[in-house]
Structures are given as C-alpha cells and as structure tokens.
C-alpha cells in the first residue's frame, strides 16, 4: 500500500507528551504529523471514560515547561493550587510531606491548550486516526499504519516516529525484537486505578479526610492493597477521590480476608469512609464527559533504552510515571520536550538510528529518569508492609525530613539517631526496619548504576544487566504482603 504523505516526525498521541513533544519540533521547523484517536475537543481522552488521572502536578515541572517553551498556565487549564501532598499513614496518626507545592487540573482544558500550541506552532493534526502498529523498513520503524476517521487503512511514512500512545501503547508492543526497548510490562508492575470528580457538602473540617489546601495521600493496604486512595481538592466542592491496587496485592488480601472486592467496590468504599462527605451523599461532576473512569498506571523505572532504530518513546508509553507516587503528568511533559529536541538534533544530523537517537536516553535520565529505579526498589518495600508495620514504621522508622527525602528519590543517610531509637524501642518489627536499611542501600546502589547511564548504545547491554541483577535482588527480598 502506498504512503498517504510522508512528514521528518509522526507524533503519535496527542496526550501530555505528544502535544508537547509536537510543539517543540514543529517550532524548530520540522514537518510533523500530530496522530490522536480522539476528536478535536476530546484531545488526549485516554479511554472511553475519559482522561482518567488525578490530575495532580508538581508546580516545578509546570515551570520547567514554561522555561522550555514559554506556555504560561493559568485558569481554566489549572484549577486549583495545593500547598503539598502529604501521605498518612493506615491509623491516620502520622503524616509526611510527600511532594511540595503543585496544581491539580482541569485536564481537558489543560490538553486543550497544549494541543493548540502544537497546531500553532505548525504541527499537522489529524484527529480520529487509530494507530495499529509500526511501518517497518529492514527492522528499522518508517512511519505507523492505521485507520483514518472513515476506518481507511493508511500508511504515513516518517524519518522518526514519537511513541506517545500512553500505556496501552502499539507501537512499543509492535516493535521488530530488539535489544534495546521492551516491549512487554510485567503485571506486578501495573496499578489498576480509577477515579471520580464529585461534588459534595462539606460535613466537616477535617484535615485528615480532606483538605482544601493540600493533596492527601491514604495508604492503607486493607483499603488499597499495593496502593494507595487520594483525595484531590478541586475548584468549588469538588475533589478528585480515587484509588489504585496492584493485582496480586489485591487478590493475596481478598484470599487472607474472604473477600471478593474489586478495584470498582474499593473506590464506593474507599468514599463511604470520607466522614467529610455529608450524609455520604454526592454527585459526580461530569464536565467534558470525565467524572468517572478506570485505567492502568505502571509504576516501575522507565523503559531502560527510549529509543530505537527510527523510534523514540515518551510518558506512559515507556512506563515514565513515579513508582510509588504514579505521577506520570511530570515525566510525560518532560519527555515530550526533550524528545521534542532531540528529534529536531537527529534530523538535522540526518541520522535517526539507535545512536543518533541516544542523547534523548542521557538527556531524560539526567532530567528525571536516574531516580526511578531507586523508587521502584522503594515502592516493591512498601508493598511488603501490613497496615500494622505501616503505622509503626510511619512513627519510628525515619525522621519526617529522611521520609521526604526518600520520596524524592533522595538518598537519606539514615540518622544515628532515627537508628539509635530503633534499638531503643526494642525489637519490634526490627525486621521491617532491617528491610528499610536494604531497601535504602539498594536505591543507593541502583542511583549510582544510573548516574553512568551508558554514554553509548555499545555499552548498553553490559549497563542493563546490572540494572536486572540488583533489581532482581530486590524483588527476591520484598514480597507483597498487604495483610
Ligand atoms: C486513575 C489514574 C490517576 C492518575 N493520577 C495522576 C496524578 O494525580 N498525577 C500525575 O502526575 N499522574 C497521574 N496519573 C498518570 C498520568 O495520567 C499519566 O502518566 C499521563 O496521562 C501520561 O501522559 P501520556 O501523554 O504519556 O499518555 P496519555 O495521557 O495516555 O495520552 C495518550 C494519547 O494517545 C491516544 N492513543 C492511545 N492509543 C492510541 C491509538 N492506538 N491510536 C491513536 N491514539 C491513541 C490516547 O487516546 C491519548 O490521547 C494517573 C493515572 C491514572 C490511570
């Protein structure tokens, strides 16, 4: 079959990466074919029920966007700022600052916006194009083939294709067998998630449930095996409230508490429990068709290489979200752009191959990526902690300033002090806090494999290994263990 047109960049995916990654090559003067399966209005719409996500931002990777390509936000597109995000624990009786100062959106809007400075900027954007794989030359990616809006097979040829299809992408799975970008994700690495925007009347303060200045956090392995609810204030009296669980954490806790529940039963419950909510009664705040929806988040370090023969991956699409806070908004908006650079670099230099393509890899890991192997290790701990070692650990484990730290991806060095009260509150669950000690060694071990990412693609595979040993360590050691 023939080639409808043939553009330097097809852009796949107009959601928070593509948008953006299309914006910043059209500006430098590439042809760039913008591809989204959705309407006009409906730009980025993951799924049928919506742009499903919390919609919840650091302000510092919202500037770091303005910095790169000057887009000022505003109302509509940010709907309400948070001073933080703090996590409680299970008893409700410790809380640290998870995250600092940030916006929870209007996502539509927000979408929206970016998309028309793509178009401005003078990216071609077809809307209503299913994408279904990959136009291959040899093993090296040519363009994508698909459905046109009247369900037409067409091919679109490219020098460089942006994979920025989000988690369910078909592209990355599509790919010739390669060394380089995987293309499967493991279960276990996957929260199955979803949300509600409600409105609702305020019973009564209480910062612990709700609060208007402050994104909440509720981990709670009962609640939310392998996860964790939230509580996102909006605009009005309205939040944002869902929850996420990871498969086998859920079905280890419905076997242990003869139970039945899915994700579905979790999230009624999870809102019946909000005593702020007035006589549990609410709406759903159905604005753009997206007041409920479900979807899958991975949570895991990001696809180790971004890029392979004539193809570069961003966001979801190569498992970019925080593995223990599943903020994927950030990552997804930093790829695009630097993706965005990059593949301006590449045409320029006339050479989009594997090595052509690699400075995308170090510019990511420099910018976000060289941290999310530690909070993987992380994440895999705090699954393996019951509500009881949650509330103990949340109280004498760390300090608050070594529990943010670790968030962060920062590396504490655990306190003489936060260890000398360990041994002076005896032994109970000196076993969890032995645990924490590895899991921190860990991170460290994987941070420092992560700042020598591989300057070229020859000395990938060596690299990787290193990566899968100490990651397979970890796993060995932490296993889910909600109940
Ligand atoms: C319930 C939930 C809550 C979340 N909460 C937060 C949060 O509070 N904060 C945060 O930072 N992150 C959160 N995330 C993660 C965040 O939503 C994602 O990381 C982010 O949307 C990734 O953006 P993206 O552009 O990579 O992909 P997506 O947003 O998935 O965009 C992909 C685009 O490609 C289109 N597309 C897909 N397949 C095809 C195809 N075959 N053909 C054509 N078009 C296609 C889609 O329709 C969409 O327009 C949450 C996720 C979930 C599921």
């Not at 299309?22 to 003067?29: D, E, F, P, T």
């Not at 931002?57 to 001073?83: C, M, Q, R, W």
């Given at each position: ?348 230099a006339n050479d989009t191959s594997t090595k052509g393509l690699w400075q995308y890899n170090l510019d990511f890991n420099k910018e976000y990526g060289y941290k999310t192997a530690g909070l993987e290790v992380f994440r895999i701990y705090l699954q393996s902690l019951n509500n009881d070692v949650l509330n103990y650990g949340f109280k004498n484990f760390l300090s608050v300033k070594e529990a943010n730290q670790l968030a962060l991806g920062m590396m504490p060095e655990l ?14 669950n000196i076993g969890a806090f032995r645990d924490l000690l590895y899991a921190v060694g860990k991170m460290k071990e994987l941070n420092a494999i992560y700042m020598k990412y591989p300057e070229k693609p020859e000395d990938f595979e060596q690299w990787k290994s290193k990566v899968s040993k100490s990651m397979h360590e970890a796993k060995e050691r932490f296993k889910p263990s909600p109940i």
């Open positions: 079959m023939e080639a409808k047109e043939s553009y330097d960049l097809i852009v796949a995916g107009a959601g928070m990466a593509g948008n953006l990654a299309a914006a910043v090559a059209a500006k430098k003067g590439l042809e760039v074919l913008l591809l989204d399966r959705n309407d006009s209005d409906n730009v980025g719409k993951k799924t049928n029920w919506g742009w499903t996500c919390g919609d919840a931002v650091a302000g510092s990777h919202l500037d770091y966007i303005t910095s790169k390509t000057g887009i000022n936000f505003s109302k509509p597109e940010l709907d309400v700022k948070v001073d933080g995000v703090y996590a409680l624990s299970p008893d409700l009786n410790s809380k640290f600052l998870f995250d600092g100062v940030g916006y929870v959106l209007d996502r539509p809007e927000f979408e929206r916006k970016i998309r028309d400075v793509a178009v401005k900027n003078g990216a071609h954007y077809v809307t209503q194009f299913e994408v279904e794989g990959p136009v291959l030359e040899g093993n090296k990616v040519a363009g994508v083939y698909g459905k046109d809006k009247d369900k037409n097979h067409t091919i679109y040829k490219s020098k460089l294709v942006i994979d920025a299809l989000g988690i369910s992408t078909v592209l990355r799975r599509r790919l010739p067998d390669n060394n380089f970008v995987e293309k499967n994700v493991d279960i276990d690495d996957v929260e199955t998630t979803g949300r509600y925007i409600i409105e609702f009347e305020l019973d009564h303060e209480d910062e612990r449930y709700y609060d208007p200045k402050n994104a909440l956090i509720h981990l709670n392995q009962e609640m939310a095996p392998g996860g964790y609810g939230w509580v996102f204030p909006k605009s009005g009296n309205k939040m944002n409230v869902g929850l996420g669980v990871q498969k086998r954490s859920l079905d280890i806790r419905n076997k242990a508490l003869k139970r039945n529940d899915t994700l579905q039963n979790l999230i009624d419950q999870y809102i019946a429990w909000l005593p702020v909510i007035k006589n549990k009664e609410y709406k759903i705040f159905n604005k753009d068709n997206n007041g409920k929806g479900i979807w899958s988040v991975a949570v895991r370090r990001q696809m180790e290489s971004l890029v392979y023969d004539g193809y570069m991956g961003a966001g979801d699409s190569m498992v970019m979200p925080n593995p223990i806070s599943a903020g994927g908004i950030g990552p997804a908006m930093v790829s695009g752009i630097l993706a965005g650079e990059n593949a301006v670099r590449a045409i320029e306190s003489l002090a936060s260890k000398f009260s360990m041994v002076l509150k005896g032994t109970k």
